[in-house]
């Protein structure tokens, strides 16, 4: 077999285990109370389709007894936490981008919200002077310990891990209604957004959905805010609660109820698969795209448009002890982690991400050596071969879309591909 063969062969067994499905729609949902969701559960509310996941947030879920941090599960409401959320906007977003996109692509939230809240709880700066000035509202306190302090660092590090499974897609948010009267709260709102984009290493056209509050009621001030969002980015989008009139009796008209917050996620849905366009469409990749669970949708497609897919599949089971190990690179302020799948060897070592530049460290001694870096889907994007200097082969990612991409190295007899985020 050839070393293209080798390759692609040692491409498919990666993706078939490591590789984020590009058909597993990932959105982020942040707020306070009614992005919480105040909303009674009905039975119909607790029937959801497999393809809709949440991936839990919260420290506790004993309102769920399949719910533990970290961990992906069928999408039942509460999706925010056990602290008193119940039925919410993102419940009826997820299950209409599920009903409304094709049945290749599964959909999954990651929900972080506390009732009550000042946009100022998610200022990655600032949040622990907010939260300081909160210690007398123990309701809130709870809320927000469930994340372990900091609602914003988790909504973060969950979006991290779920980054390993699928891509993010967009942000569906609705708070303001604490903050109804500070007119500095749109460029807040605005820095809450460049933090999550850059943090994730997200590509710049990130849409992010805004819903409107009660147009009656205490916090009614807070849609004269909402609406300046779009003058901040390009990527800021409205979206309407006209029509939303009931309140839920709380005396003050703060929260929608249980019917109209079905139909304001179905709204948000609406216009998230409005603005994405062709970006919700399915794509050709090495991981099926059946409606499997996270957990389970490790398979390769049987219909992989890899080159020369029929033939490296066959080879790959007889090079199975290529892929046996995997060793992840250590995390620090300057390096991104790196999945080794193949192991590093004697003369190829550990790639590292650092400052725009990938670097792997080999010992040459005069044998041949073929480098290259390779798509997700197996498409070859360039040979570095001929970079070799003072003990490592190397190249500028600067000129790299955002994303995983998979670096395959020969020295020698000695082969090795390794998985490479590029932020």
């Known amino acids: 077999m050839n070393m293209k063969q080798l390759g692609l062969a040692a491409l498919m067994a990666v993706s078939a285990h490591a590789a984020p499905d590009p058909n597993f729609h990932i959105y982020l949902a942040f707020g306070q109370s009614n992005m919480e969701g105040q909303g009674d559960i009905g039975q119909q509310d607790k029937s959801v389709d497999e393809r809709f996941q949440l991936l839990w947030s919260a420290d506790a879920g004993s309102c769920n007894q399949n719910a533990s941090k970290g961990k992906w599960i069928k999408a039942v409401?509460?999706?925010?936490?056990?602290?008193?959320?119940?039925?919410?906007?993102?419940?009826?977003?997820?299950?209409?981008?599920?009903?409304?996109?094709?049945?290749?692509?599964?959909?999954?939230?990651?929900?972080?919200?506390?009732?009550?809240?000042?946009?100022?709880?998610?200022?990655?700066?600032?949040?622990?002077?907010?939260?300081?000035?909160?210690?007398g509202q123990s309701w809130m306190i709870q809320r927000i310990n469930t994340y372990g302090g900091n609602p914003y660092g988790r909504l973060i590090e969950m979006a991290k891990k779920a980054q390993e499974d699928g891509v993010i897609k967009g942000i569906i948010f609705h708070q303001g209604e604490t903050d109804a009267g500070?007119?500095?709260?749109?460029?807040?709102?605005?820095?809450?957004?460049?933090?999550?984009?850059?943090?994730?290493?997200?590509?710049?056209?990130?849409?992010?959905?805004?819903?409107?509050?009660?147009?009656?009621?205490?916090?009614?001030?807070?849609?004269?805010?909402?609406?300046?969002l779009p003058q901040q980015s390009k990527n800021f989008y409205v979206v309407s609660s006209e029509g939303f009139n009931q309140a839920l009796g709380d005396g003050q008209n703060v929260h929608f109820t249980s019917q109209e917050y079905r139909d304001f996620g179905k709204r948000y849905a609406e216009k998230m698969i409005e603005v994405l366009g062709d970006k919700i469409n399915p794509v050709a990749s090495t991981v099926s795209s059946s409606s499997k669970t996270p957990e389970s949708s490790a398979s390769v497609s049987s219909s992989s448009t890899l080159p020369g897919s029929s033939e490296v599949a066959k080879s790959s089971s007889s090079h199975h002890h290529r892929s046996s190990s995997s060793v992840v690179g250590p995390v620090s302020s300057s390096t991104e982690s790196i999945d080794i799948v193949t192991g590093v060897s004697s003369h190829i070592g550990k790639a590292v991400f650092e400052s725009g530049r990938v670097s792997v460290p080999v010992k040459v001694n005069g044998t041949k050596v073929v480098a290259k870096v390779y798509s997700m889907l197996g498409k070859e994007v360039f040979d570095f071969s001929n970079s070799y200097s003072n003990g490592t082969l190397g190249f500028s990612a600067t000129s790299l879309s955002q994303g995983y991409y998979m670096l395959s190295v020969q020295v020698g007899s000695e082969h090795s591909v390794q998985k490479v985020l590029v932020k």
């Open 182 to 228: 500070d007119g500095n709260w749109p460029p807040a709102v605005k820095k809450v957004y460049d933090n999550i984009i850059k943090d994730l290493g997200l590509d710049s056209d990130i849409p992010f959905l805004a819903g409107e509050v009660l147009r009656s009621g205490v916090s009614s001030g807070a849609n004269n805010n909402i609406a300046k």
């Open 77 to 135: 409401p509460p999706l925010a936490h056990c602290q008193g959320a119940k039925l919410g906007p993102a419940d009826y977003f997820g299950r209409t981008m599920v009903e409304k996109t094709d049945p290749q692509i599964k959909v999954g939230i990651i929900s972080v919200a506390v009732a009550g809240c000042s946009i100022k709880l998610f200022d990655k700066d600032n949040y622990k002077s907010y939260v300081s000035s909160q210690q």
